[in-house]
């Protein structure tokens, strides 16, 4: 009879360990998908962040060029002119122009010289679409709906970027000759304008 009760006393001795196991792998798996879920958000959340901390007006402030040799230069003119507008959503929208092209000497868009037409289409880049941001890596990913450039339309160009302040500069993809643009925007504060030319004057834009 005492052997039996010790013998009952280790049977329920072994379950309530198990239950003991069982209960705490429970919490252990419950902790663990909770703070995954957690980690998720975290992610989703610091990318919605970087996106939204683009959204706004920015003028350009410098489109260079930084030749295989390491040497750079302007690659738009000694003043060239662009707007980068983004919204919260990442929707964007992108000029870039030449100050020094030349007028079409008819005046006529549908008559101008080779000349006229290489200097016009040298001296732009435009394009719009989406605009996705890895800030893990210091990415930008515009996703292009159209372009001045036919062959960038449905493209998808990823560019190393840096954000200091208002400051946005990012690397363009290396260009057959192995030249690589780098464009410079600063952000116009919000409640002012756009100006042609980007400069603090009377009613223009102030930059933060």
Not at 186 to 196: D, H
């Amino acid at each position: 009879m005492h052997l039996q009760a010790i013998r009952l006393r280790a049977s329920n001795f072994g379950t309530c360990r198990m239950n003991i196991r069982k209960a705490n792998t429970a919490r252990i798996m419950v902790m663990l998908l909770s703070a995954c879920a957690l980690c998720s958000s975290t992610a989703f959340a610091a990318s919605a962040r970087t996106v939204s901390s683009l959204a706004g007006t920015w003028i350009l402030v410098a489109a260079d060029v930084q030749h295989p040799d390491g040497s750079r230069e302007s690659d738009y003119g000694a003043h060239p002119k662009g707007l980068l507008l983004i919204d919260e959503q990442g929707d964007y929208s992108l000029q870039i122009f030449k100050a020094e092209r030349p007028r079409f000497h008819s005046g006529d868009k549908a008559k101008g010289t080779p000349a006229e037409y290489k200097a016009a289409v040298m001296g732009s880049s435009t394009h719009y679409g989406t605009l996705r941001v890895e800030p893990d890596r210091g990415v930008l990913v515009f996703h292009m709906l159209g372009a001045s450039f036919p062959n960038w339309e449905g493209q998808e160009q990823r560019r190393q970027y840096e954000l200091k302040g208002d400051v946005l500069s990012y690397r363009v993809t290396a260009r057959p000759n192995g030249d690589v643009p780098i464009s410079i925007w600063r952000r116009v504060e919000q409640g002012r304008s756009a100006s042609r030319s980007g400069t603090t004057e009377g009613d223009g834009p102030r930059f933060k």
